[in-house]
């Protein structure tokens, strides 16, 4: 397989993977102007050359948008291989590029926000195992943190404390995301209307900048839904999927 590692110079030319589209379309456009950002920070994007989800998005840990202590490690943001090219070894070689780049880059390992079991939009622990990474750290309600030392010395990363118990001030729902996904732009202004219309209690807290992302409620910060205080899910949800929901916890 042949990749490609996205640029400010072809970031305009190449699709992104977990939203192949074109520029005009919101979801791209908010993604790719989120990455464009980024690069300046040590973010790196490499990709499939091909029409599919293929990608791992890594960047040094001293910038990562996630309330964790990992210094001169490299976190990896969001890892995902599926469709057509899944069990092919496309994820092993996507991973061995970002290891061999993270050690020319004198990074002490790399870690990821994982979880106990396999879910929606956090990378799979069988896998990370498989490649070697231990579990250092958890979170509730079911976050893990696993990590890769290349140095068995290295200190180990861990989530802060103040995202670990997860928790909102707000009465009715509390959106937290950020616009690292290119879901988020389509989803939460449809769960906003969704709201809105049924008379659904809803707030949304975009988290804009690394050092907010850092001082995060939650430890994964691509979303993270409360309601009336207490964790719901990290999942980006349709507005079916949304009503079923609040409907259930409203009552």
Known sequence: MEYIKLTKENITDEHI??????????????????LSDRFDDGLVFIKADARGKCFIEYIPAEK????VEADDY???????????????GC??????MCIADSREKGKKGLFVISSEKKKPFLSDPKF????????????????????????ENAAVPKFKESAKHPKADDNGFV??????????????????KAATDNNIPFKCVHINSAEK??????????????????FVTHEILSEKKFLSLAEKLCK
């Open 64 to 67: 990562a948008w996630a309330p």
């Open 213 to 230: 992302a850092q001082n995060a409620p939650a430890v994964w910060t691509v979303s993270a839904l409360f309601y009336n205080g207490g």
């Open 17 to 34: 993977c977990c939203a192949i589209s074109n520029n005009k379309d919101v979801q791209v456009a908010s993604k790719k102007a989120w």
């Open 91 to 96: 994820g092993r070689e996507l991973l061995e």
């Open 175 to 192: 959106l937290y995301y950020t616009s690292q996904c290119p879901f988020n732009a389509k989803y939460v202004p449809i769960m906003e």
């Open 128 to 151: 990370l195992s498989h490649m070697g990474f231990k579990v250092c750290d958890s979170a509730e309600p079911y976050y893990t943190l696993m990590y890769l030392p290349f140095d």
């Open 74 to 88: 490299m976190f990896i943001d969001c890892f995902w291989v599926s469709g057509q090219l899944s069990g092919h």
